[in-house]
């Protein structure tokens, strides 16, 4: 059983959610767009994956304070060579988990 | 069978090949992924009924940890739901930059992909689509065999605890090693690189001083928009 306090969390959430995800595709995907905004949003995914990932790498805790001396970022280095020389998704998916686990071992 | 059908049998078939092909990273970040949460949120009072159904309608990794983290902290729905919004704004950028790929799609199809846009799926499909590869149907595919690998990890991690120890061959990185690789993707100039820089350093000073995940959507619309910048003032000043 659902509990119902829960139920109207779960969907609130689930509206709040579905909402950011929805409207620009549903908006932008049926007009045509200044070009200063489509270059713009050519840059977005490069900015926005960069930073999702630096921090996660050169951060750690809450609230978040710098440690560069961590296996994510001493894994990453080799990770970032092996993607840049391979361009494989997969390939550096594995190499990645395992550059982690080892220096996980050593550190 | 008719030609007309063998063929789309046949692009169905290829669509889903494809899609599961280019997935398969994101599926295997998810699952330790979700086995955490499933544990967490069991440990917080769900069981797996309430589990699936909050993997099915929210299916947002970040937001859900956060509202199991509220809900034990005793916090109200409303405070949840906004810390949500306010979780998922990023959403917002990553819809817009896949909008000009599906300029032809139902509206059908357009909800039914902005459902499965998660941090992972939007970087796995843009890649594609930007090299001119991909369609809104491989695009689907990763979408939700993304979402149910999640599904099936949170309810898993509901029933039982974790199958898999913490840590174990370092799956913790899986996505972000995925993320390293896809970064790599997206750096097609100079000034996608010096965005990304930008971006990067932007988003850990402001993740050092400001609580939550605004950085993420600050930095990169900030960094965008330098960016956009030094590409306008380079082409005034040769």
Redesign the interface.
Known sequence: ???P??????????L???L???????????RE?PA?F??????????????????????TGV????ALWQP?LL??VP??IF??KT????G??V????????T?KVL | MTIASKTSNYNIKNAIHQGLGAAWPICLGYVPIGLAFGVLAQKAGMNPLEIALMSILVFAGSSQFIAVSMLSAGASAAAIILTTFAVNLRHLLMSSSLAVFVTKATRKKIALFAYGVTDESFAVNHARFSKNTWDLDRALVVNHAANITWIASTIIGGFSGRFIPAGAFGIDYALIAMFICLLIFQLKGRLYVITAVIAGALAVALSLVIPGNSYIVIASMLAATLGLGIRKWVSVHP
């Not at chain 1, 609230?63 to 710098?66: A, I, N, S, T, V």
């Open positions: 059983m659902v509990q306090e829960y139920l109207l969390l779960i969907v609130g959430m689930g709040v959610t579905y950011p995800r929805w409207v620009p595709l549903f908006l932008l995907s049926r767009l200063w489509v270059e713009w949003l050519d840059l977005i995914p490069a900015a926005i994956l960069s930073a999702l990932l630096l921090p996660e790498l050169v951060t609230p978040r304070h710098m994510e894994a990453a990770t970032f993607a840049l361009r494989s998704l997969g550096t998916v190499v990645g988990m395992l550059l982690f686990w080892l996980g």
